[in-house]
């Protein structure tokens, strides 16, 4: 690692203060299990000066139900989620993601803010520069993208977002996209599938350089709203998903009124299925509808020659999380 300077912040003000005092140099730190990979690997074009540590914040480890749904602060870890017993009854997609993550003492550390915002895991893009020299692709602001013309089975299915084929690899991602949640920062509320982009270089989300993520809004279910999530990885734990799915699905007097559902590890950004749910309104959810839905999900999936098996993990898991909701 090279040296920088580290800082206590003591409150959201004095952060924001410090990101603008080392303008596009330095970043947010919270579990630290995604950034300390980076600064470790010297992944970014230019190594940061200065790293803020906001878990010194106080106000922003609270998990609170409230009459409007879950409100999650940004330091709440992925342990303190997925051992919950509110959020394990009413919201189980994303108690179920949260558990999937990693491993006991990544989900210790690791906090729902850092695993929306983490970078993506692509290996030409994660190569520690200490082996072999630097590889800088698109992403790091190079010429070309190594995984099209090298080994791209852990990448996109869904096509290229300006030139590169990473995943998104965020567990809660598509829990909290199927949950129609909203990230509340110190700038703004953004409904939470504008949160994600693949246009931004390096970073995974629309957020500004000097923009924090303070909490994580999850509506309270309707009357007959479920919820699942399934992650298909090589290991049970901590690996990262090969393919993952989450969807939210109402059912009133048997058939289904609303239906949200999420790929993820697929492309650049969390992939909504919008003609699967369309396709499932008005229908009653059985192993037939949920099949259905789960081929129009990966239709117009576009894989490469070494990730084809992903159309159909996708396909699988879509309908494994859907047949989920129900059980
Ligand atoms: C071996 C290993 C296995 C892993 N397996 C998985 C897995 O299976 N699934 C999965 O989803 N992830 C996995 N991860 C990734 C990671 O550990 C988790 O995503 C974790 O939740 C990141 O949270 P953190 O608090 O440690 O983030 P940090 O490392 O502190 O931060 C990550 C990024 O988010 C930014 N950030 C953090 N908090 C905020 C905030 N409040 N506002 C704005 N930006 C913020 C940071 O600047 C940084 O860019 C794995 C990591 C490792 C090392
Ligand atoms: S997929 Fe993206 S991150 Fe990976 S090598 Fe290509 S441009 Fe870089």
Same mark, same amino acid.
């Given at each position: 690692?090279?040296?920088?300077?580290?800082?206590? /912040?003591?409150?959201?003000?004095?952060?924001?203060?410090?990101?603008?005092?080392?303008?596009?140099?330095?970043?947010? &730190?919270?579990? +630290?299990?995604?950034?300390? +990979?980076?600064? %470790?690997?010297?992944?970014?074009?230019?190594?940061?000066?200065?790293?803020?540590? &906001?878990?010194?914040?106080? @106000?922003?480890?609270?998990?609170?139900? %409230?009459?409007?749904?879950?409100?999650?602060? /940004?330091?709440?870890?992925?342990?303190?989620?997925?051992?919950?017993?509110?959020?394990?009854?009413?919201?189980?997609?994303?108690?179920?993601?949260?558990?999937?993550?990693?491993?006991?003492?990544?989900?210790?550390? @690791?906090?729902?803010?850092?695993?929306? !915002?983490?970078?993506?895991? !692509?290996?030409?893009?994660?190569?520690?520069? %200490?082996?072999? @020299?630097?590889?800088?692709?698109?992403?790091?602001?190079?010429?070309? !993208?190594?995984?099209?013309?090298?080994?791209?089975?852990?990448?996109?299915?869904?096509?290229?977002?300006?030139? !590169?084929?990473?995943?998104?690899?965020?567990?809660?991602?598509?829990?909290?996209? /199927?949950?129609?949640?909203?990230?509340?920062?110190?700038?703004?509320?953004i409904p939470i599938d504008e949160f994600f982009t693949g246009e931004n270089g390096c970073g995974s989300t629309i957020l500004d350089h000097n923009e924090i993520v303070t909490e994580i809004i999850v509506p309270t279910p309707s009357v007959g709203e479920s919820s699942a999530f399934v992650k298909i990885a090589y290991r049970k734990s901590i690996d990262f998903a090969l393919v993952n799915c989450a969807a939210s699905i109402t059912i009133i007097d048997g058939k289904i009124t609303q239906a949200r559902i999420c790929l993820n590890g697929v492309h650049n950004v969390p992939r909504r299925c919008s003609d699967a749910e369309a396709l499932l309104i008005g229908k009653k959810l059985t192993e037939e509808t949920a099949a259905e839905a789960a081929a129009t999900a990966v239709a117009d999936a576009k894989p490469l020659f070494q990730n084809m098996y992903k159309v159909q993990l996708a396909k699988t898991s879509v309908l494994d999380t859907l047949l989920e909701c129900v059980r």
């Open positions: 690692m090279k040296r920088f300077s580290h800082f206590d /912040a003591s409150s959201i003000e004095e952060a924001i203060s410090l990101l603008g005092k080392y303008e596009n140099s330095s970043y947010v &730190i919270a579990g +630290g299990s995604d950034l300390m +990979g980076g600064l %470790k690997d010297n992944l970014w074009m230019e190594y940061p000066e200065a790293i803020i540590n &906001i878990k010194t914040i106080p @106000g922003l480890n609270n998990l609170t139900v %409230k009459e409007d749904g879950l409100h999650i602060g /940004a330091l709440v870890t992925l342990t303190e989620l997925s051992e919950s017993d509110a959020v394990k009854q009413t919201w189980p997609g994303l108690a179920e993601a949260a558990r999937r993550t990693a491993s006991p003492l990544l989900r210790n550390m @690791g906090t729902i803010a850092g695993n929306i !915002c983490q970078e993506n895991r !692509c290996w030409y893009y994660r190569y520690p520069d %200490k082996i072999g @020299g630097r590889i800088d692709c698109i992403r790091k602001g190079g010429k070309r !993208c190594l995984a099209i013309p090298g080994d791209h089975r852990f990448h996109s299915i869904f096509g290229a977002v300006k030139k !590169c084929i990473a995943v998104n690899p965020s567990d809660t991602a598509p829990a909290l996209v /199927a949950l129609n949640a909203v990230v509340k920062t110190t700038k703004r509320e």
